[in-house]
C-alpha cells in the first residue's frame, strides 16, 4: 500500500528565509508525486507535480522539489520565504496506472515570522 | 476554463440525517474524486468516479455513496450521519484514468463543502 509521510507538523521561518519540507512516501512502483498548499479554509492547489524525467521539478510561487529514488523522498524548497507563503502543505503519492487513487500525507503548517 | 466548483460552500445537519454534496468537474476533465478532510488532518480518498462508474473506493463504509452525471459532474451522499462525518469534503477533477497521455491525471480541487454534524 502506498503511503507518504512528512515528518514534520509545524515549522517556522523567518520572512526572506530558505525553506525545506521534507516529504518520504512507500510505493512498489514508480510513484507520481505532488506537493499541494491550502490555505486556512480553502481548497488544495497544486504547486508542482513530478512523474518522470529531471528528478528537480519546478512549481508556482518559486517553490521546486527534488526526486530522491534512493532516499524515496520528495523535498519541497524555496530560497526565499514571504509572509504570503504562511498556510499547510501537503505532499502526495499516486500510482502510475489507471486508479487514480491519491494518498496525501497529514501535512505541513508552515509559519512565517517578520 | 472553468476551475472545479462545489456546493454548498457549508452546511450543518444533525446526527442520522442525509447529505448530497456536488461538484462540477473543470472542463475537459472525466474523473472525479472525492475526500474528506478531518480538522487537522490530511485529506483521505472516498472514492473515485470515471466515465460515471466508480472505479476504486477508499475505507470508508457503505453509506458514502456517489453519483457520477453524463456531463461529469458528481454527487457525493451521505446516510445515517454520524458526529465524526464532520469534516471538510473535497472534490477533485482530471482528466482521463492516468497516463503522461492523459495528462497524468493530475487532480484539481475544489473549494470544498465544510460539513457540520451536530
Known amino acids: 500500500a502506498q503511503s507518504v509521510t512528512q515528518p514534520d507538523i509545524h515549522i517556522t521561518v523567518s520572512e526572506g528565509a530558505s525553506l525545506e519540507l521534507r516529504c518520504n512516501y512507500s510505493?512498489?512502483?514508480?510513484?507520481?508525486l505532488f506537493w499541494y498548499v491550502q490555505s486556512p479554509g480553502q481548497g488544495l492547489q497544486l504547486l508542482l507535480k513530478?512523474?518522470?524525467?529531471?528528478?528537480l521539478v519546478q512549481g508556482i510561487k518559486g517553490f521546486e522539489a527534488e526526486f530522491k529514488r534512493s532516499q524515496s523522498s520528495f523535498n519541497l524548497r524555496k530560497p526565499s520565504v514571504h509572509w504570503s507563503d504562511a498556510a499547510e502543505y501537503f505532499c502526495?503519492?499516486?500510482?502510475?496506472?489507471?486508479?487514480?487513487?491519491?494518498?496525501f500525507g497529514t501535512g505541513t503548517k508552515l509559519q512565517v515570522i517578520p | 476554463e472553468t476551475g472545479v466548483t462545489q456546493s454548498p460552500t457549508h452546511l450543518i445537519k444533525t446526527r442520522g440525517q442525509q447529505v448530497t454534496l456536488r461538484c462540477s468537474s473543470q472542463?475537459?476533465?472525466?474523473?472525479v474524486s472525492w475526500y474528506q478532510q478531518a480538522l487537522g488532518q490530511g485529506p483521505q480518498f472516498i472514492f473515485q468516479?470515471?466515465?460515471?462508474?466508480?472505479?476504486g473506493r477508499g475505507n470508508f463504509p457503505p453509506r458514502f455513496s456517489g453519483l457520477q452525471f453524463p456531463n461529469y459532474s458528481s454527487e457525493l451522499n451521505v446516510n445515517a450521519l454520524e458526529l465524526d462525518d464532520s469534516a471538510l469534503y473535497l472534490c477533485?477533477?482530471?482528466?482521463?484514468?492516468?497516463?503522461?497521455?492523459?495528462?497524468?491525471?493530475?487532480?484539481?480541487f475544489g473549494p470544498g463543502t465544510r460539513l457540520l454534524v451536530l
Open positions: 477533485a477533477s482530471s482528466k482521463g484514468q492516468g497516463g503522461l497521455a492523459g495528462g497524468g491525471g493530475t487532480q484539481y
Open positions: 510505493y512498489g512502483a514508480t510513484p507520481y
Open positions: 513530478y512523474f518522470s524525467g529531471d528528478t
Open positions: 502526495a503519492v499516486r500510482g502510475s496506472g489507471g486508479y487514480q487513487k491519491v494518498t
Open positions: 472542463s475537459g476533465h472525466n474523473t
Open positions: 468516479y470515471y466515465r460515471e462508474e466508480e472505479n
